[in-house]
C-alpha cells in the first residue's frame, strides 16, 4: 500500500541546540534505514520550510503507523496522510 505523508516539524523554540542536533542525528539514520529497506522509497524536502512529502510503501494501515510512531522527530511533527491507489491512466 502506497501513503503519501506530508511532514512538518516545529520544534520548540526554546530546545537547547544539542538536543535538537541529537534528534535530528536520529532521525536521519531511522528514516535513512527505512529508505534502504524499500518501505520509505521517497522523500521530498518543501522549499523554505521545515517540511517533507514523502512516499512510503508499506504493507497496512498499522505498520505505517507504528513507522511514524517512531520517528524520533514525531513528537513535533504535524503529519497527514492520504492513502494512494493506482491511477488507470497512469503507464507503467
Given at each position: 500500500?502506497?501513503?503519501?505523508?506530508?511532514?512538518?516539524?516545529?520544534?520548540?523554540?526554546?530546545?537547547?541546540?544539542?538536543?535538537?542536533?541529537?534528534?535530528?542525528?536520529?532521525?536521519?539514520?531511522?528514516?535513512?534505514?527505512?529508505?534502504?529497506?524499500?518501505?520509505?522509497?521517497?522523500?521530498?524536502?518543501v522549499v523554505g520550510e521545515y517540511?517533507?512529502?514523502?512516499?512510503?510503501?508499506?504493507?497496512?494501515?498499522?505498520?505505517?503507523?507504528?513507522?511514524?510512531?517512531?520517528?524520533?522527530?514525531?513528537?513535533?511533527?504535524?503529519?497527514?496522510?492520504?492513502?494512494?491507489?493506482?491511477?488507470?491512466?497512469?503507464?507503467?
Amino acid at each position: 500500500m502506497k501513503y503519501l505523508v506530508h511532514m512538518d516539524v516545529n520544534l520548540p523554540a526554546g530546545m537547547p541546540a544539542e538536543e535538537a542536533a541529537e534528534i535530528k542525528a536520529q532521525e536521519k539514520a531511522y528514516s535513512q534505514e527505512l529508505q534502504r529497506s524499500g518501505k520509505w522509497p521517497e522523500i521530498w524536502r518543501v522549499v523554505g520550510e521545515y517540511a517533507n512529502y514523502s512516499i512510503f510503501d508499506v504493507e497496512s494501515n498499522d505498520e505505517l503507523h507504528g513507522i511514524l510512531q517512531g520517528l524520533p522527530l514525531f513528537p513535533y511533527m504535524d503529519i497527514t496522510v492520504v492513502p494512494l491507489a493506482k491511477h488507470p491512466s497512469d503507464v507503467k
